[in-house]
């Protein structure tokens, strides 16, 4: 079946510092990545839509010179935080895939101290 | 900053008994629907899916139903197991953009 891995798992970093996330289909290509983000006890929320080759389309409310995507080849996409601050703290999720077929990565921790 | 965190429902089932799951979902030109389990600290896992010109769909111990009339989407699980314990999403889909998701609710099963 269809595999999205991300890295790294879990990231401690420090206020100020940025933190890049990479999002990997290991066995299909991906035309369209998609960001989320999951706080505590809440859904996942749609960051950006991050298509191969061109600048990602991105939700309202989520700073674009913040979090920092870039879609570089059909199988990977990395999502860099820039100067993380501690509400910057969450689960980072992306999915993968073709029209329908999205596949989910196990997502990325961050901790901002 | 973080927003408020939103008290997620819970619903408490006996082991071996069936668990119903409800989701009440926005947009009425959403043509497919999937069901996800998330365990802690991972990625959603697919269960079942449904496309809107269906009303019902069978898998292995689940259901799902999906009334379009009032936008519900509904998830049943059979014989309720222990390694069922999760949260549940519906998330919704317009024609191939993104997932949305519902809020989730998260799904003890008691011994």
């Known amino acids: 079946g269809a595999v999205v891995s991300q890295h790294p798992s879990r990231v401690i970093c420090k206020s100020g510092t940025s933190v890049k996330i990479e999002c990997r289909s290991l066995d299909f290509q991906a035309t369209t990545m998609f960001w989320y983000r999951q706080f505590p006890k809440q859904s996942l929320m749609l960051m950006a839509t991050s298509n191969e080759g061109s600048k990602a389309t991105y939700e309202q409310g989520v700073e674009k010179d913040k979090f920092l995507i870039n879609h570089a080849s059909l199988t990977l996409s990395t999502l860099t935080v820039t100067s993380a601050h501690p509400e910057d703290s969450s689960f980072y999720i992306c999915?993968?895939?073709?029209?329908?077929?999205?596949?989910f990565g196990p997502g990325t921790r961050l901790t901002v101290t | 900053g973080e927003s408020v965190g939103l008290h997620l429902p819970t619903l408490s089932v006996q082991e071996g008994d069936n668990s119903i799951i409800n989701c009440a979902y926005s947009?009425?030109?959403?043509?497919?629907f999937i069901w996800y389990k998330q365990e802690s600290g991972k990625g959603p896992q697919f269960i079942i899916d449904?496309?809107?010109?269906?009303d019902k769909r069978q898998g292995q111990r689940v259901t799902v139903l999906l009334n379009k009339t009032v936008k519900h989407l509904s998830l049943q699980i059979a014989a309720t197991q222990p390694g069922d314990s999760a949260v549940y999403f519906c998330?919704?889909?317009?024609?191939?953009?993104?997932?949305?998701f519902g809020p989730g609710t998260r799904l003890s099963v008691l011994p």
């Open positions: 999915s993968a895939g073709i029209y329908y077929e999205q596949y």
């Open positions: 449904i496309r809107s010109n269906m």
């Open positions: 947009n009425s030109a959403s043509d497919y």
């Open positions: 998330a919704e889909n317009n024609y191939g953009q993104n997932f949305v």
